[in-house]
């Protein structure tokens, strides 16, 4: 099953896109024949231009599946992708990502479903579905519009086993990404600027807190009875860094993005500070910390938690 998946973003040549080649690897691992298309922008309101959106409508050519992962800043560019879109073709359209989460029916305005929360077996199942004939409006995790009205299915339990998500799609082979006012391939040489020299992950998911200018707030609501802070074994963090540490000879710096990295405790961090000096030579940035938790048995001391290269900032919360 041929599926292009689109990231718009904000950022300025940055084709990280964390989550959308998370889902790549998913559905490629079902056996589709996935496409990216990465389409970032200077400003979050900065908008695409006519000549890019004909770029796009090409390159989703022949795919049974267009799927969009937006955040709110995003979703004036998406409604103009999605309605060309359907002007020129029948290919159903997929929504995710933060802004279809919480504002699922404003979102079926324009998309033909939404995915609401985790979308890796949402996604799949989906695909699974529509490969083989079956009817697929009754999937955990979305939402439908079906001849004018909205089928709402309750959500999808959040993924307890992160390890057991494969890790994101670098292979470019496949991926295009918006440079220079025009869509293009990506190159070796393309997707060192597209990747930049920061390598981008993800450890754990869910935060502590519920920062009202979070999207946890919300998110940690629609699940009040799971575990909803869930972490990654040290163990498979380091498998992945040690791949891309391979693979990707440009990248400088690993940039660990999680909402809230210092949720370990005080062994769980140690662990992972000795396998990563053991086994990655780069410097570590984590993003996402609250001021409560990265005390110096967790950071700069020395004898028990040997990280060499180790920074952290941008505090959430008070």
């Keep these: 099953m041929k599926i292009t998946l689109i990231a718009p973003s904000p950022a300025k040549l940055h084709g990280s896109g964390v989550g959308i080649r998370i889902l790549s690897a998913c559905l490629k691992r079902e056996g589709c024949d996935v496409r990216i298309i990465f389409l970032p922008r200077d400003t979050a309101g900065d908008m695409y231009e006519d000549k890019t959106l004909s770029e796009i409508a090409e390159l989703v050519s022949g795919s049974e599946l267009i799927g969009i992962s937006l955040m709110t800043d995003d979703l004036d560019n998406v409604v103009r992708i999605t309605q060309m879109l359907k002007e020129n073709s029948s290919i159903p359209i997929v929504w995710g990502g933060i802004h279809p989460t919480i504002q699922p029916e404003e979102c079926l305005d324009y998309a033909d479903m939404v995915c609401i929360g985790e979308g890796e077996e949402a996604l799949v199942e989906l695909v699974r579905k529509m490969k083989d004939g079956q009817d697929f409006f009754n999937i955990q995790g979305m939402w439908f519009k079906d001849k004018g009205k909205i089928v709402k299915n309750e959500l999808r339990p959040l993924i307890q086993d992160l390890d057991s998500i494969p890790f994101q799609d670098l292979d470019y082979e496949n991926h295009y990404i918006l440079s220079d006012r025009c869509i293009r391939k990506i190159s070796e040489d393309l997707q060192q600027i597209a990747l930049s020299k920061y390598y981008f992950t993800i450890t754990s998911r869910g935060c502590p807190y519920r920062c009202t200018y979070c999207w946890n707030h919300t998110f940690s609501r629609m699940y009040p009875n799971q575990p909803f802070i869930r972490k ?72 028990r938690c040997r990280l060499g290269g180790y920074t952290y900032g941008h505090t959430n919360g008070e």
């Design 232 to 303: 990654r074994s040290a163990d498979n963090v380091i498998k992945e860094l040690m791949m891309v540490q391979s693979r990707f000879p440009f990248i400088e710096t690993i940039h660990v993005a999680d909402d809230s990295f210092f949720i370990r405790t005080e062994r769980e961090i140690m662990d992972f500070a000795e396998k990563y000096k053991e086994n990655i030579v780069l410097p570590l940035w984590v993003t996402g910390a609250h001021p409560l938790h990265p005390h110096k048995e967790k950071t700069i001391n020395p004898r």
